[in-house]
Nanobody
Framework: QLRLVESGGALVQPGGSLRLSCVPS????????FAWFRQAPGKEREGVSS???????TDYADSVKGRFVITKDSDYTVHLQMNNVKSEDTAVYYC?????????????????WGQGTQVTVSS
């Protein structure tokens, strides 16, 4: 089991940028696939981006491709760089970690979750 702590959520104007961070703690962090999910009011949780344990292979939802970038530091801190944000990016963003993840943007693949951080895009 991992403990995940997110930070970086804020109010940002459309077209602006924001960087979210997720600090994991626990054992065997090298073996986990990490991901970001988001949930807007009245909507289901959706996968945003992921980074695999092997080769740091990344995956993105179509809605954020070309705007968001996921990275992982040597201490396994995971960042989500959000550029050119839009009002539809407004949501609570959650960091997740999972073992042997097959479908990287499926929430059921992940057993470890952070508490979430609020991102609001508004002028």
């Amino acid at each position: 089991q991992l403990r995940l702590v997110e930070s970086g959520g804020a109010l940002v104007q459309p077209g602006g940028s924001l960087r979210l961070s997720c600090v994991p703690s626990g054992d065997h962090m090298f073996a986990y696939t990490f991901a970001w999910f988001r949930q807007a009011p009245g909507k289901e949780r959706e996968g945003v981006s992921s980074i695999r344990s092997v080769g740091d292979v990344t995956d993105y939802a179509d809605s954020v491709k070309g705007r968001f970038v996921i990275t992982k530091d040597s201490d396994y801190t995971v960042h989500l760089q959000m550029n050119n944000v839009k009002s539809e990016d407004t949501a609570v963003y959650y960091c997740a970690a999972g073992w042997n993840v097959a479908t990287t943007l499926a929430s059921e693949e992940y057993g470890n979750w952070g508490q979430g951080t609020q991102v609001t895009v508004s002028s």
